[in-house]
């Protein structure tokens, strides 16, 4: 039973780090997400760095927002976005994990195969 907690636990953890980099998996949400490294930005200053229309950025904004990476307030008819330096952080510790060499992992030991 403790064996299927750890596997549970596990899974939910790559399902979560996952959704982080599939919504990265866009170069103008790549590029959003590093104009907001500066800090908060309205979506109307967003917008006026790509050629899109608004209803394609809210569909970015949508994707960054529900992977956790981006958070929007509104304020009057504008909405208002910033990284979560939370989920940017599980973000970096979830790459460093899945990068980084340890004892009990799978690997090819005994694959017949050449590179």
């Known amino acids: 039973m403790e064996q299927y907690k750890v596997q549970q636990y ?3 953890q790559y399902i979560g780090g996952t959704k982080i980099f599939k919504a990265l998996g ?3 949400r790549v590029m959003i997400v590093d104009m ?3 800090g908060e930005l309205c979506a109307c200053m967003i917008l006026e760095k790509f050629e899109m229309s608004q209803s394609t950025l809210s569909h970015h904004m ?3 927002c529900e992977s956790g990476l981006v958070k929007g307030r509104n304020e009057g008819k504008w909405t208002y ?6 989920v940017v952080n599980v973000a970096h510790r979830f790459l460093s994990a899945i990068t980084t060499a340890k ?4 690997h090819a030991e005994h694959c017949d195969c050449r590179i």
Do not use: G, H
């Open 81 to 86: 976005y910033s990284l979560d330096e939370d």
């Open 26 to 28: 866009d170069p103008r």
């Open 36 to 38: 907001l490294s500066s």
């Open 103 to 106: 004892e009990n992992t799978i």
């Open 10 to 12: 596990a899974a939910e």
């Open 62 to 64: 949508k994707l960054l």
